[in-house]
């Protein structure tokens, strides 16, 4: 039993010493170029890829999305998932499929890392330039752009939002007959698995028209009859029959879905 009490003890008084030391090494610590968000919040990946630019965390403390920018202004979007989500070989070619029929940002780097993760990096498209989230622009939206104070857009009139409803419909429908991926001699359609708003891309023209859209957050996207869905689904969200944890990607589920979450944003 003493032997028990003592190592209790030692461990707390680890610790302790630990979490100071960490508050001291943090407060010590001078910023280096590739430091915009506080560095053990930042993956190493950086110092060794990006070791002068600047490299920005996005959306949140929680999700490991970051806008890097060099030093000759050139931004691109740097995500790290786990390899479990997909974000395998189809699920890269999916990415690479859908950018080639213009319905998705391109890819511009996929690369394995220890401990079962992926870095991705693709084109980022800037709330600068008029692309944002549907979720932001559906009539009646009060969501905003994080951290963009200076680039948040007025959501669609009730007609825009239905000819933004239609871009919508029309590039899911391109991708899904073009968006062919050939793997071992055989031709396959892809899904992109989770096509709700925050992951539909519109390009807003003169404030008030969306002449583009694209998908994004690939992460889920796959294989038609092939890539199954994660393990672990929101289960609060209204996904399509048939798509459920496990099950086999198909490309009516992205139907049903982009058809529900318009219908959704044309509410809101």
Known sequence: MDAIVRCVSAIRQTLSKLATFHQQLAAQASPTPFQQTPSARLPYYFATAYPEASVQQLLSQTRLIFLVTTNNGQQRLVKFVPCCQNRSQGGAQAHRAWADAQCAPDLLHVKSLCGQWYVVEMEYLAPRDGCFPLCILAPGSRQTVPMQADSQPEPLTAPAWQRASALATQALEHAQQHAIVQLDGQ??????????????????????????????????????????????????????????????????????????????????
């Open 187 to 268: 031709k396959h359609s892809t899904v992109h698995g989770d096509v709700r708003l925050p992951n539909i891309i519109g390009h807003v023209v003169d404030g008030k028209e969306v002449d583009r859209v694209v998908f994004v957050d690939f992460d889920w996207a796959g294989l038609q009859g092939i890539t199954r869905y994660p393990a672990l689904m929101n289960p609060d969200i209204a996904w399509p029959t048939g798509a459920q944890p496990l099950a086999h990607l198909q490309q009516v589920h992205d139907k049903e879905l982009l058809y529900s979450e318009l219908q959704k944003g044309r509410a809101i």
